[in-house]
Every structure is written in C-alpha cells, then in structure tokens.
C-alpha cells in the first residue's frame, strides 16, 4: 500500500493564482482530512470528509474548497491565493474515528504564496 | 471549546536519557481519547502512542510511556533510554470517543544530542 500521497511537495504560488493540492489514500478509508500547519504551531483543520460526496468545514476553512467524489481522493483547492496561505499542508485519513483509530497522514506540501 | 496545551516549546536531552514531554488539556467530557503524535524532520507524522480516556492504565509502546492523570487533564509522554532518532517535533492530541475531529497541541521540539 502506498498509504497517504500528496502532490505536488512543493509549489509557490503568485499571490491571486490558484491551484488543487491533490490527495489520495489506497486503504479504503472513510474519513479523510485537510491541515495545515504553520511555522511552530499545530495542526489546524481546513476541511474533512467522513465519506463520498460528504464534506464538512473545519477550524480554518476561509479560502479553500473540499470536494470529495471518491473514496480514495480528496482534492483541497485554493482559490485567490493569499500570503496568509504560505504553510505546510497535511493530508490525512482513518477508517473511522468511532473510538480512537489511528490517523495517517500524507507527507506534506509546502506552499509558498509572493 | 476543547483546547490542548504543551508547554515546552522546546527541550534537549542527551542520548540515552529518560524524556517527559508535559501536555495538558481541556474538557468537560468524560469519553475521549489522547494521543501522542511524532513528527520527524522528514515531516511525516506518526502515531506514537494513544491512551483511552475510561482505562486507568497508562499505555505503554516499547520505550515509550504515558501518565494519564484524568483529574488533573494530564497526558505527559515519557521516552525512556532516548534514541537520536527520537529527535522531532511531538504532538499532543486529543478527540471526543464520539467525535470525529483531533485537536492538536502546538507541539514540542525535541532534540536528543549525542
């Protein structure tokens, strides 16, 4: 199983562009996740999707879309892209969070935003 | 709302040593769970250790090791005989048994020097 990719790692962005940070998982999971985490700080949640076609907004939602079409991905898109959006942004999944299973996360992408 | 707090920024220790990393938090819940996530320089996040909120018995994994201290909302996270590949950024999680979101502490950056 390749588990949770992300592409692209790494992208800058001029500021007002947009662009779909991808995301995909191959174990079947239910629950995925959009974060993003900023320089010394934690995980902040933009968007999550507890199965197809279902999408719910997070923490920090302003400035980004969620659809969720499939199981298996889970695009994260950026519209207008602002400074405030340079971070590194997470991916992530779970079977179910019913009790306390596991959440696997993606290698990253690092989004610059000039 | 539910909020997560790790006060150590930042710690050393050297190599071989015994680690407690301190995490406390906030809820009026009696049914959630707790987790420590590990995020090394590659910035891939782990899952180290998870501890329910209804066992008295603190987890333990290999070398690592919580105190679970459910009056006081504490979840501190001991590394025992502390490896160089311990060093990354740890994060103290916490979620609802019935939720379906984490809420992250901001993280403490750990080095273990040789």
């Known amino acids: 199983n390749a588990g949770v990719t992300q592409t692209p790692k790494f992208r800058i962005l001029k500021i007002g562009q947009s662009m779909t940070l991808q995301c995909a998982q191959d174990?079947?999971?239910?629950?995925m996740y959009w974060y993003r985490q900023d320089p010394g700080m934690g995980l902040k949640l933009i968007y999550y999707?507890?199965?197809?076609?279902?999408?719910d907004k997070g923490e920090v939602p302003n400035g980004y879309n969620v659809s969720r079409s499939t199981t298996e991905d889970f695009p994260l898109r950026l519209e207008l892209a602002a400074p405030s959006q340079t971070s590194v942004y997470f991916c992530?999944?779970?079977?179910?969070?019913?009790?306390?299973?596991?959440?696997?996360f993606g290698p990253g992408t690092r989004l610059t935003v000039l | 709302a539910q909020t997560v707090t790790q006060s150590q920024p930042e710690m050393s220790v050297q190599e071989a040593e015994t680690v407690t990393l301190s995490c406390t938090y906030d809820?009026?819940?009696?049914?959630?769970?707790l987790f420590w996530y590990k995020q090394p320089p590659s910035r891939q996040m782990i899952l180290v250790i998870r501890?329910?909120?209804?066992?008295?018995q603190n987890a333990t994994e290999n070398r690592f090791s919580v105190n679970f201290q459910k009056a006081a909302k504490s979840f501190s996270l001991k590394i025992s005989d502390s490896q160089l590949g311990d060093t990354a950024m740890y994060f103290c999680?916490?979620?609802?048994?019935?939720?379906?979101?984490?809420?992250f502490g901001k993280g403490t950056r750990l080095h273990i020097l040789p």
């Open positions: 174990m079947n999971h239910n629950y």
């Open positions: 809820t009026s819940e009696n049914n959630y769970y």
């Open positions: 999680a916490f979620k609802f048994r019935a939720g379906d979101k984490i809420i």
């Open positions: 501890q329910e909120a209804y066992k008295q």
């Open positions: 992530a999944s779970s079977y179910s969070l019913a009790g306390g299973e596991e959440q696997f």
């Open positions: 999707s507890v199965g197809a076609g279902i999408t």
